[in-house]
C-alpha cells in the first residue's frame, strides 16, 4: 500500500467521481481500462461501501471461465478468487467484461452523491469491470455452476457510480432484467414526449416489441403521449405475445432486417414513424428503421448490434433527413421510470416473466 | 448477365428509387449493404448516367488503403481497381465507407427526379458505398497519394440519389472536399441552434478542429449561436492553423483518445462543452468526448470510426447523460450552408486549401 490510499481518512481530499484515485496501475487510464484497482474498504468522502451479496457474471466471462475450467466447481472458484485478488476486481481478463452485482450498504460517504444509506439493498448499475472489490468467504456458497455467485466481501461505488435500490416488492431475479434495459424506456419517453408532431401525438414504431427493452419502450413511449405505438415482431408468436400484452395499438409481423418490407409494414400500419426504437439484437437493422422513419424524425439505436457506419451510411444513401441517436444506457430516473412501468403495465410484467424464467 | 438488366430499355419499369433493383447480391438488402451492385450502363427511366471524373475516397478508407498497401501507389490503384470490378461499388471492404465522386452527366432519364440534364457537372451526395460504378482507365493519372482520385468510367444515380451542381465560382476539387463532409457542418448548426442554454450561447468543443469537417462545423457552430468554440487539434502544427483560421476562440493540444486529458483540456478552455463534435478519424475517441460534455450535452459523431457499442457502454460507464448522434451525412440544405461557409469564412477555406492541394 502506496501513494494517496495512505492518507490517513479524515485528511483524505474528495475522490475522483471516476474513480481514478482507486485506479493503482497502469497510472492514467479510466477503472475500466486498469488492469489492478485499489479496493481499500477505507472510502473516500463521495464513495459508498457495499456489503456483497451476490454477483452476476456476465454471460461471456461465465461461459470463458467454464470452458477454461472444464467447468470444475473448485477450478471456477479458485479462477474468480484469483482474478478479485490480482485485480482488485472482477474483470475477466479474457473477455474483458464484469457483470453487475448486488449487497447491501455499510457507509456512504458524507459527499456521496448518490442517494444511498447504510441499510440499503441495492444493484450496482456500473459493470463489475470498474468496480474496486474484494471477496472474504473464498466463494464458499457458490456451486460454481451459475453466473450467480453467492458472495461475501465489500466493494466500492464512486461519486459518478450509479445503483439503484432493490424494489421489495418485486423479485430479484426480475427487478436485474428491468434495470439491465432500463436506459430504453428511459430515452425513449424522453424524445417521445419532446417530438414536434400533430396534437394526436406522435407515432412511435418499435422493433421488436415483444422483448424486455422493446415492451418497456412501448410502454414508455404510450405514456410519454404518442398517438399510436406500432409494435414490430419477427413471428406469429411474439405478435400473439405482444397482443396479449396490448403494449401496441398495431401489431406487425416483419424481418427488421428487410429493409423494404419493415418500412412498408410500418407504413401500412399507419406509420411513417415519427421515433423508431430499435431493440432487435441482430445485426442489419439499420436500412429498415430509417426507411421506416418519417422525414425530420428520429430513430433510437439500443441493440448492441447497431453498426454506426451502417447507420450514417445509410441514412445519407437514402437521403433520408432523421436524427439517429445512439441509445445511452444511462439517463437519470431510469430505473425509476422503468419499476414504474413494470408495476403500474400488466403487459409488460407479463412479457418479463416469460423472458426471466 | 441476366436477370432484370437484361430487360430491353424500352420495356423496363421505373427502377426502384432506393435502387434495389441494381443489388446482385445478396438480394433483398439495400445497395450500401450489399456485397456486390450491377454498374450496367443502359439506365433505367429514372436514372441518371454520369462520366466519373474524379473521385473522393473518404478519409477512413484512404487510411485503411495506406496502411495495407505500405503506401505504394502502385497497390494502391491495385486495391481500388479490385474493389470496384468486385463489388460494382467502391466501398472499402474494412472499413465499409467510400466517399463520392465528380463527373458529367451523359443521359438523364426521362422520369428522374434529380433535374440534372447532360453536360452538368456534378457532384454525387450519396455515398461511393451505394453508388453503381466501373473504372476504365485503370486509375492511370492516380499517383496513389492523394485521397482525390482522378479517374474515368462511369457511375449511377437513382431516383432518391442526391447530386449537386458544381458552383462555378470554386475549384473542383475544393467544391469536392466540401461536399464530403457537409453533413457535418449541416447538423452541428442545427444541434446548436436549438440547444437549450444560457443566453450567452452554447460552449461547443469540436474535436478535429483543424481538418474538413472539423473546421466546417467549427464555423457552423459559430454562426449558430455558439457562446464559446474551442477547438481541440493534436499537434503544435494544427494548432498554428487553427489559430491562423481564427475560427475558434480557444485552442488547446490534446490527444483525443485519452479521454482524462481531453476533458480536462475542454474543462480548461471553457468547458464542459453543451455540444461536442467529434470530426478525428481514428478510433477511440467516444470516451473523451462523452467526459468533455456537460450533463444534458450532446455528442455529434462524425468519425466513421466511431464505435457503436464503445459510445453506448461508454456513457453508461461514467454515468452521463448525454444525447449521442449519429453524424448523419444527408441534410436538407446541406451542401448550401457547406458552400456559404467556405465563401464567407476565409478561415474554413484557408484550412480547405491547405489539405486539398
Same mark, same amino acid.
Given at each position: ?21 482507486? !485506479? ?12 489492478? *484497482? /485499489? ?16 454477483? /452476476? ?26 482474478? =478479485? ?6 474483470? /475477466?481478463? !479474457? ?8 449487497? !447491501? =450498504? ?32 473464498? *466463494? ?23 445503483? $439503484? =435500490?432493490?424494489?421489495? @416488492? ?10 439491465? =434495459? ?19 401525438? %406522435? ?11 422493446? #415492451? *418497456? #419502450? ?15 415482431? %419477427? ?6 405475445? *405482444?397482443?396479449? $400484452?396490448?403494449?401496441?395499438?398495431? !401489431? ?16 401500412? $400500419?399507419?406509420?411513417?414513424? @415519427? ?31 447497431? #453498426? ?11 437521403? $433520408? ?6 441509445? /445511452?444506457?444511462? #439517463? ?26
Amino acid at each position: 500500500m502506496k501513494g494517496l490510499h495512505t492518507l490517513p481518512k479524515s485528511g483524505r481530499p474528495p475522490g475522483s467521481p471516476l474513480g481514478l484515485h482507486r !485506479v493503482v496501475e497502469p497510472a492514467g487510464v479510466l477503472p475500466q481500462a486498469a488492469w489492478r *484497482l /485499489n479496493p481499500d474498504p477505507e472510502i473516500w468522502p463521495d464513495e459508498v461501501l457495499i456489503d456483497v451479496e451476490r454477483l /452476476n457474471l456476465d454471460a461471456a466471462s461465465f461461459r470463458q471461465l467454464r470452458e477454461a475450467t472444464g467447468a470444475d466447481p473448485g477450478a471456477m472458484r479458485s479462477a474468480v478468487l484469483a482474478i =478479485v485478488a490480482d485485480r482488485g476486481k472482477m474483470q /475477466n481478463p !479474457v473477455t474483458g467484461s464484469g457483470g453487475m452485482l448486488t449487497g !447491501v =450498504v455499510r457507509e456512504a460517504g458524507q459527499d456521496s452523491p448518490l442517494g444511498l444509506k447504510p441499510g440499503d439493498r441495492i444493484a450496482t448499475l456500473v459493470s463489475l469491470s470498474l468496480t474496486p472489490m474484494a471477496i472474504t468467504d473464498g *466463494l464458499a456458497a457458490w456451486d460454481g455452476r451459475s453466473e450467480q455467485v453467492p458472495c461475501a466481501g465489500h466493494a466500492i461505488l464512486f461519486g459518478r457510480s450509479i445503483a $439503484a =435500490v432493490l424494489p421489495e @416488492d418485486l423479485p430479484v431475479p426480475l427487478s436485474l432484467a428491468v434495470m439491465d =434495459v432500463c436506459g430504453a424506456p428511459a430515452l425513449t419517453h424522453r424524445v417521445v414526449s419532446s417530438a414536434q408532431t400533430a396534437p394526436a401525438g %406522435p407515432v412511435v414504431a418499435v422493433l421488436g416489441a415483444a422483448g424486455k427493452s422493446g #415492451s *418497456l #419502450s412501448a410502454a414508455a413511449a404510450r405514456r410519454a403521449g404518442a398517438g399510436l405505438v406500432i409494435g414490430v415482431v %419477427p413471428t406469429e408468436h411474439e405478435a400473439h405475445l *405482444l397482443r396479449a $400484452a396490448a403494449l401496441a395499438d398495431q !401489431v406487425v409481423i416483419a424481418d427488421a432486417t428487410d429493409p423494404i418490407i419493415v418500412s412498408e409494414a410500418v407504413r401500412e $400500419a399507419g406509420g411513417p414513424a @415519427d421515433v423508431t426504437v430499435v431493440c432487435v439484437d441482430v445485426p442489419g437493422c439499420e436500412g429498415g428503421a430509417i426507411l421506416s422513419t418519417a422525414r425530420r424524425g428520429t430513430v433510437i439505436f439500443f441493440s448492441m448490434a447497431t #453498426s454506426f457506419t451502417a447507420a450514417a451510411l445509410g441514412a445519407e444513401g437514402v437521403a $433520408a433527413d432523421v436524427t439517429m441517436l445512439v441509445g /445511452n444506457g444511462y #439517463s437519470e430516473g431510469h430505473a425509476e421510470l422503468a419499476f414504474d412501468l413494470i408495476r403500474s403495465e400488466p403487459g409488460v410484467r407479463q412479457i418479463f416473466e416469460r423472458r426471466t424464467t
